[in-house]
């Protein structure tokens, strides 16, 4: 096991020692997060209430915001029937408070709670939501956006966030819990049937009301345990301005196949509505068929301005350690397995072993470096172990016949290749999607000690064996 009861004790003088410091954590009024159940309804134009599973009775839970450099404490209280921890995925905290369940701390007992002490050294668009059975508690609705504001924020007439997901609804209403079923771990993990936005049914007639002329800067976080989405914006041409919180060069989305945004992604993007008052456009997602998920609908306002404005878009960048290609260390990562990967996908207590050996006798259904993780994977050795400081390429090469939203904790790397073709602008992630059997290479420096998680979020893929731990030391 990688966390000792000593390091526990060890974290907690450290905490002790930061809060006797003059900008003392016990100066920060703390934030309570309440995990537990309660009803929900979901589609405004019907009686139904579903049971959901969410943070303080909100679905999403609520809009954390907070200025970059602030410091921030969080009181979870689990009121739930399981064990659990919350995790601030985009957020570069210290191990310890990253929420990670026998990692960097003893999972949340019912009825139990945890503090999380943070600060914020990067603006941006980031989200919390637990790391333990999170294959059943962020589907079950536990997510949240975490908004951290530049410290000269751009100029927009409107800040607007979406979050997106999904549920698997019965006909009655109610969620259909059979969550982590061996067949969706191995294929593409477990999709709803119902898309939602801000925690409501998406395609139930709503509309975003826009005006004419008007400035928006759009936050997506893509919440979702297993939905990509594609999205495409009738009538308009957003720009993206940041990808996972990180500002990137103003760029047009893409149109051909829409925005891609894989689970745990985000994507600011600043749109402005040059339609005329009055009229309506939809955004819709194009990943499976054409859904139509919101409008832009222009109100009969007269134009606030009759050419978009002329304000600069793009965000100061956050001071990210940058990594060197030239002396950077070499590491690669090859994933197997899935139903329509390759049979055999490595080892299993030093035996070769089938993929419907690995579904059948361990409920697993993926490998990284050919090697399987048991259910415990959290116990087990790292697969990398970096120096602190090392700057590092790591090559990930996707054997499987799926795609992987691969994400980091604790560091954000640059995307430096698709293949063997280098990336156009070298974007800054925490989220990367691996396109089935192809390969990416990531580029960052290991300088934020600890044991970090380094998974798919495809959350079933994560507890089917794509998950494993890097170690910075
Ligand atoms: Cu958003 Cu390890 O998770
Ligand atoms: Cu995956």
Redo the contacts with the bound molecule.
Sequence with gaps: MSVTRRDFLKAGTAAALAASGPRASGQVKPVALHMGAFDQRLDPASPVRTRVWGFNAALPGPVLRYRKGERARIVVANQLPQETTVHWHGVRVPNAMDGVPHVTQHPIAPGARFEYALSFPDSGTFWYHPHQNSFEQVPRGLYGALIVEEEKPIEVDRDELWVLSDMKLAPDGQQVEDFGRILEVATD?RIGNQILLNGTAAGSGRATAVRSGERLRLRLINAACARGFRLAFAGHRPLVIAYDGQGTTPHPAPTAGGLVLGPGMRADLVIDCMQRPGESFAVSDVDRGTNVIARLAYSQERPLRGLPSEAPVALAPNQLPEPDLRSATRHEIVFQGGLRGAPLIGLIDGKPTTIQELMQKHALA?TMNRTAQHEHALMHEPFLRLKRGEHVVLRMVNETG????MHLHGHFFRVVALGDKPTLRRDWRDTAIMAPRGSLDIAFVADNPGVWMFH???LD??VGG?MGTIAVE
């Design positions: 993990g993926w799926y795609w992987h939203p798919c979020h495809i893929h994560a794509m």
